[in-house]
């Protein structure tokens, strides 16, 4: 097991975007600044998306052009196609822009209304204009282990979409238990198969906690070597297109996890305490 983890917070986007509260662009700088202030070198912080589809990010060029510019801090936004990625380098102040497809046809018609291979086609350019800007390029595989529309996910497929990824110039692939239903098993099974395919190091794991697995899950990934795994403050948030994915795995929770384990993450949990504390009652939450 790695004697050091990366943790990727991804609460202001993947975790915000499903939340029916709607935040104002200050509260959501003053969330990203008090996650910055932890020891989270990469955060996530908005989605270049339509607002008619995700209204929660439609500020998101208000807050990526807000963004507390930190040493060492990496800020990212997701973006689905050159429009997005445009608005995000309008922005400024970004280090990486993230993709995203998935492991079933049923699930990318359901997010972008395109077929995978179509999806890949239209993120080659994006990828290629993204690196030309300077911008590091990430790319989920969504529904890598379950589908909501499709069921159980074969893992070559999981592998096959994480190549193709590879392939069009991401540097990180991140696979996404997007509904929470994988368990180490099915996890196992499906990294064996990417890491077949693409390196330890260049691999993040994305998982969901909806029937209480993403820790087992995490643990299964680090005895395979992988040491980057996202998370969300106070386990926020879900996908708005996948039916059944309350909330990721908790920032707080995958923290103390390591920390028991002996693995550094840079974090201070007390911090993170207290930014999770700030946005909870925000949200009607507490």
């Known amino acids: 097991m790695t004697a050091a983890v990366e943790i990727?917070?991804?609460g202001p986007r993947d975790g915000l975007q499903n939340e029916k509260a709607a935040l104002a662009a200050r509260d959501k700088l003053r969330l990203i600044e008090m996650l910055a202030d932890c020891g989270l070198a990469r955060i996530e912080a908005a989605a270049f998306v339509s607002a008619k589809k995700v209204p929660q990010m439609a500020d998101a060029a208000e807050v990526v052009s807000g963004l507390p510019m930190r040493e060492n801090i990496c800020y990212s936004a997701l973006v689905p196609n050159m429009r997005g990625l445009r608005a995000a380098l309008a922005a400024g102040r970004l280090g990486e822009i993230a993709i995203f497809t998935g492991a079933s046809e049923s699930f990318v018609r359901a997010n972008i209304n395109c077929g995978?291979?179509?999806?890949?086609?239209?993120?080659?350019?994006?990828?290629?204009?993204?690196?030309?800007?300077?911008?590091?390029?990430?790319?989920y595989v969504s529904a890598a282990v379950f589908c909501p529309y499709e069921g159980a996910i074969q893992p070559a497929a999981a592998a096959k979409v994480a190549a193709q990824l590879r392939d069009i110039g991401c540097g990180e692939i991140a696979m996404a238990d997007t509904v929470?239903?994988?368990?180490?098993?099915?996890?196992?099974?499906?990294?064996?198969a990417v890491l077949a395919e693409v390196p330890a190091q260049s691999v993040a794991v994305h998982f969901h906690d909806t029937f209480g697995t993403a820790i087992a899950n995490v643990a299964c990934a680090l005895e395979m070597g992988i040491a980057k795994?996202?998370?969300?403050?106070?386990?926020?948030?879900?996908?708005p297109f996948a039916p059944?994915?309350?909330?990721?795995?908790?920032?707080?929770?995958?923290?103390?996890f390591l920390r028991e384990q002996g693995i550094a993450t840079g974090i201070n949990e007390s911090k993170l305490k207290k930014a999770g504390d700030f946005i909870l009652p925000l949200l009607g939450k507490r």
């Open 180 to 192: 929470g239903r994988g368990t180490p098993q099915t996890v196992e099974k499906m990294l064996r």
């Open 8 to 10: 990727i917070e991804v």
């Open 116 to 139: 995978i291979n179509e999806s890949i086609n239209i993120f080659r350019d994006v990828v290629a204009e993204a690196k030309a800007n300077g911008l590091r390029a990430r790319g």
């Open 229 to 239: 795994t996202d998370a969300a403050v106070a386990g926020l948030g879900g996908c």
């Open 244 to 256: 059944g994915a309350p909330g990721n795995l908790a920032t707080e929770s995958v923290a103390r």
